[in-house]
């Protein structure tokens, strides 16, 4: 599902990897905390954002179901996002892990690659027209071969990653912790953008901490972006 927001001031300042925090409409709010959506795109000259998203629970079928016009309450841009891509980036994206990626991917010309994977064709939920894009070349995988070649994102990130100038993924964590452990192998500079349950989503409320050595990061604050070295990611 796909979400159009009117919001000039975030969508002048977001950059690939940042998120925003969208609040309840009012009726909903005394008991639903607001819900974090990577930012999937934006258009500067009209002052708008997208999000992509699942319908997974009540705020997510709220968000869906809004009639045009409705308005909402946002926070953002928020977070840590992804660096400049440079020539020969590879993006891995696994299910909903390709909404930033693909704003990461339409931020640059330069030749780049994606990796596309989830289980089934019909949780390839990212529209073709936003990976038709100069300089790209995308590779769609799914575990049950109904689109693209039979498989898994890391399966086919292995085959690829000799030689990337660069890696940005996003998706389930086991993906994260082995797009980690390959490009470590490689030698190979890797970042990851984090997903994890937040309140605040401004670093007040310690509610979205991850493991990291010597201690623990707030993926709200000090991510949802990171090295790949920088916070401990289990399979």
């Known amino acids: 599902m796909r979400v159009t927001l009117y919001a000039p001031d975030i969508a002048r300042e977001a950059y690939p990897g940042q998120f925003v925090h969208i609040f309840m409409p009012p009726e909903h709010r005394d008991h639903m905390l607001p819900r974090p959506f990577s930012i999937f795109g934006t258009n500067r000259h009209t002052g708008e954002l997208a999000v992509l998203f699942e ?15 409705s308005s909402w309450r946002l ?42 994977g989830a289980r089934t064709a019909d949780q390839l939920v990212c529209p073709r ?33 000799e030689g990337a100038g660069a890696v940005f993924a996003c998706g389930p964590r086991p993906m994260l912790a082995a797009v980690r452990s390959i490009s470590n192998r490689a030698g190979i500079e890797a970042w990851i953008s984090v997903e994890e349950r937040m309140a605040c989503g401004i670093g007040a409320c310690l509610g979205c901490v991850v493991p990291a050595d010597g201690g623990y990061k707030q993926v709200c604050r000090d991510g949802p972006v990171f ?5 401990i990611i289990d399979e």
């Open 55 to 69: 319908i997974v629970g009540r705020g997510t079928a709220l968000l869906a179901g809004t009639d045009p016009g």
């Open 75 to 116: 926070l953002g841009p928020l977070g840590r996002g992804f660096p400049v891509l440079q020539p020969g980036s590879l993006l891995v994206a696994g299910g909903m892990g390709i909404a930033p990626l693909a704003f990461l991917a339409a931020s640059t010309t330069i030749p780049r690659t994606l990796i596309y």
């Open 129 to 161: 027209e936003n990976l038709e894009l100069p300089g790209l070349t995308v590779y769609e995988v799914t575990d049950d071969g109904s689109r693209g070649e039979k498989g898994t994102a890391v399966d086919l990130f292995s085959r690829l990653v």
């Open 227 to 231: 090295r790949a070295g920088e916070v």
